[in-house]
């Protein structure tokens, strides 16, 4: 049951997202850098109030190549797609390659919760996944970036000095050695740089 | 999409659905396997088991794991007037075209524990329609339809429900439907008089009445789809022509195969409508 911790040994095959206060930032630059022929699908969970029904794909969606769009339940997962969780609900990989939403109880009072998403997608992806985990003032994501770890995938965290809210990225660090630490613009470079996009000049 | 071969845990996680099914006749092959698993995986804390074989053990040779197990294979997080606009939109397009029928059926498809059958009600009375109509709220967990017919709640969740239901177009307050007693709101008891409270499974069982108005709201979303689509079978059969059903916030027909025997009746809300002659 157990893998062995080759970190990043096979191609990802999807990019997991967390983040809190301080990630809609970074979002804003770095989901504009990725080409709308973006070889994986790309998941986000961040906690925001509902800004209007779509908040926050609908923000993100006018800036960017890649399609942004909101999760839908049971929506199968497509490359050259950011999936952004809906407000309230969480969203869950499943290991056929589709989405599920949940409005179980919020986890460490956040739903949608980063920890949800990081360990479903740990869960059905194994080894081919990246994990991302943003500025936040909470310490939703260190769970998931456990699990990502645990599962031999890749975990990418933003470093604590270079984020709003240094909070959620120091606990992710503390929950997983092997995160690497990253500014806002190397994370950018990495997820342009695994699927053979273009990198940021 | 995974090449290597299942993990044990997910063999194991299968031998037991298959034992609970065997055994019990509660199936939960169907469902949405990322979210029933991670609810599993905490009730193997629960039960202190190493695993879901060990569960297995236990289930099959100590039935009161039984209905402790329920809890964490049904979702039963639930409020009243969740998406007060769904309920608004009922008050204001759904009760003129109920108010045409001498006698009304509500189905409250996975009530849970009871939030969205006493919100119905409580509408239901304040549009004037309560006197015609009989409810049928039913659920798979019996625990849930025991405090589904109990209708006591915390009396820290008011705060929200009241708010909910002022915003759902309400022309009194939600305190004239309980009373209040140590942390709990106890509600009227005559809000369920003409509630019919039934076990019924949208895995197994078959329609039981012919239906004006249906809501399954955030239920759906614990289904894979092939399940989601013999619920909504269900509910195209049960229905009367032009019949009402309501899916939650986040739901859809659009994959299912059954779209086009439904209009969008109001599309924001998820409020659709038997089409025609099918």
Known sequence: MTRPPTQGSRAPRAVVIGGSAGAMTVLASLLPALPASYPVPVVIVVHLPAEGPDGVADVLHHRCEIAVKEAEDKESLAPGTVYVAPSDYHVLVEQSGYLSLSCEEPVRYARPSIDVLFESAADAYGAALVAVVLSGANEDGADGVRAVCRSGGVALVQAPKTAEMPAMPAAAMAACAQARVLSPRGITEYLCAICGGRHVS | ???????????????????????????????????????????????????????????????????????????????????????????????????????????????????????????????????????????????????????????????????????????????????????????????????????????????????????????????DRPLQDRAIGLFHEALVRNGFLGLGAKETLRFSRYAPAFAEFAPRERIYRKGGDR
């Open chain 2, 1 to 223: 999409m995974r090449t290597a071969p299942a993990q044990r845990g997910d063999v194991e996680l299968r031998l037991l659905l298959d034992a609970l099914y065997e055994t019990y006749q509660y199936d939960f092959r169907g469902y949405s396997m990322a979210s029933l698993k991670r609810r599993l995986s905490h009730a193997l804390e629960r039960f202190g088991c190493p695993s879901f074989s060990v569960l297995q053990h236990k289930l099959l040779h100590d039935a009161s794991v039984l209905p402790r197990l329920l809890e964490y294979l049904t979702v039963t997080v639930s409020e009243m007037f969740r998406d007060p606009g769904f309920f608004r939109t009922l008050r204001q397009d759904v009760v003129p075209h109920l108010k045409t029928y001498p006698s009304i059926k509500v189905w409250v498809a996975g009530c849970s524990t009871g939030e969205e059958l006493y919100s119905l009600a409580i509408l239901f009375r304040e549009e004037g329609l309560e006197a015609r109509t009989t409810f049928y709220a039913t659920d798979i967990n019996p625990d849930s339809l025991k405090r589904a017919e109990a209708g006591v709640y915390e009396l820290d969740r008011m705060a929200l429900f009241t708010d909910n239901h002022r915003r759902s177009g309400a022309r009194c307050s939600l305190s004239d439907y309980y009373t209040a007693a140590y942390d709990a709101a106890v509600f009227d008891k005559t809000l369920r008089r003409r509630t019919v409270f039934s076990d019924h499974s949208l895995v197994s069982d078959s329609v039981f009445a012919e239906i004006q108005l249906i809501s399954c709201r955030n239920v759906l979303i614990y289904f």
